[in-house]
């Protein structure tokens, strides 16, 4: 029951941030970047960013210059005094480096990024300034389907998992469309045996679904024959396994100290002459007789 619960929490909570990304939130001020925003980042990001390109507004041009390409802006922000904020705008690719560091801190553009933007006329983010973790399609790109991380598009393995990723989705995209319609679903299970027929025909290979198999197409390794790597032996980590003594057994220990002759009583005892019992008598009478003559 409680893992049920869990399910259906999960489901409910994606279908909701999914409604989000794609409903447009309203806009707060008249600049297209802001439009461009709301299209590429989720709804919660798109706050901070929204807020970034509002306060924006809020910034005075000290100098600007243009060299080797790169246009130098010195701005000063409104809430800051006496601070000035260099930015560079690199006007072929349009990317800009702003000297507060933001978008190497946090992973997205400052004010000071969206207002030297709008100087130049460039009514998009660039794509160097997008984090991809902060998309709406950042479970895409990041999607470690098809074994492993993605890899360069440009690249053979690259393409074939990008295509995996973009079956995966569709996959996901009809589920979600038929979802709690019993005759769809039971549509889209017919057609997927059916697919799945034809794809087995023309790749000529039969269904495997050893303990092997499947480890190799998880981990891409097949397991090998002979086990050589064996897990630790099991320390001791509780300390001494020394039990307690019996005083009996104490007793017979001391039997095999080897003895020696006190020098007052003669006898080979376990004592000396510091600590001979006659000794230590004497004192006590010694002791007790100058009580009595005082």
Not at 70 to 92: G, H, Q, R, S, T
Request: charge should be positive; charged fraction near 30%; glycine fraction near 4%.
């Amino acid at each position: 029951m409680c893992y049920e619960s869990a399910i259906e929490k999960q489901r409910y909570t994606n279908k909701k941030l999914n409604h989000e990304d794609k409903c447009m939130p309203k806009p707060v001020t008249i600049k297209p970047i802001e439009k461009d925003a709301a299209t590429v980042y989720t709804r919660a990001i798109f706050y901070k960013v929204q807020d970034e390109i509002k306060y924006s507004v809020n910034m005075e041009l000290d100098t600007c210059t243009v060299v080797d390409g790169v246009k130098k802006f010195m701005i000063k922000d409104f809430f800051v005094k006496d601070k000035l904020f260099e930015v560079d705008v690199i006007l072929d690719t349009h990317n800009v480096t702003c000297s507060c560091k933001m978008f190497t801190r946090i992973g997205y553009p400052c004010r000071h990024a969206f207002y030297c933007l709008s100087a130049c006329g460039i009514h998009k983010i660039p794509r160097d300034l997008l984090s991809k973790r902060w998309m709406k399609n950042a479970e895409k790109m990041h999607s470690t389907l098809d074994l492993g991380e993605n890899s360069k598009s440009g690249s053979k393995e690259g393409k074939v998992k990008a295509k995996s990723q973009d079956v995966w989705f569709e996959f996901q995209g009809c589920l979600t469309d038929v979802s709690g319609d019993e005759d769809l679903l039971e549509y889209v299970l017919l057609e997927l045996k059916f697919l799945r027929g034809k794809i087995q025909e023309k790749s000529k290979k039969k269904p495997t679904n050893s303990k092997s198999d499947v480890a190799e197409r998880l981990i891409g390794v097949k397991p090998a024959d002979v086990i050589t790597v064996h897990p630790p032996h099991q320390s001791n980590n509780k300390g001494s396994r020394k039990r307690m003594l019996s005083s009996l057994e104490k007793s017979l220990d001391r039997r095999k100290i080897p003895t020696r002759i006190c020098k007052i009583c003669g006898v080979p005892a376990l004592h000396d002459s510091r600590n001979c019992p006659l000794k230590v008598d004497e004192v006590i009478e010694d002791t007790t007789g100058e009580k009595e003559n005082a």
